[in-house]
């Protein structure tokens, strides 16, 4: 127990850079069927695309989103009064609709 006390009193520090040993690294060995390190050509590492792949494409997705509500609430306001009766929408609503952001999703005026 004593030596758990002792132990508990030392100051915990975390080991230096200088104080590691480099690792020893083995040379390959030579064989048939492998080319000499410096026979082989660099090439560029390719990058799994799938992550960005699908964080491209969400963007798009959204922005695509975002055009299709700016081009409908134009639509809308170029309606005239007529035409805004017979589909039954108030002038009211058109004039909400269209000083909203692109952003925000149009709401259902069918209740």
């Known amino acids: ?43 560029p590492v390719e990058v799994p695309r799938g992550r960005w792949r699908l ?17 409908g609430r134009r639509e809308l306001a170029s309606l005239d009064e007529r035409t805004l009766r017979d589909i039954g929408i108030d002038p009211g609503v058109v004039d909400y609709e269209m000083y909203q952001w692109f952003w925000r999703p149009p709401r259902d005026w069918r209740n």
């Open 1 to 43: 127990m004593s030596t758990l006390l002792q132990e508990r009193h030392q100051p915990i520090t975390a080991p230096k850079l200088r104080d590691r040993v480099p690792a020893q690294r083995v040379p390959p060995r030579g064989s048939a069927g492998h080319e000499a390190a410096a026979a082989v050509p660099n090439r």
């Open 55 to 71: 964080i491209l494409d969400s963007i798009v997705a959204t922005l695509r989103e975002w055009r299709r509500r700016r081009v």
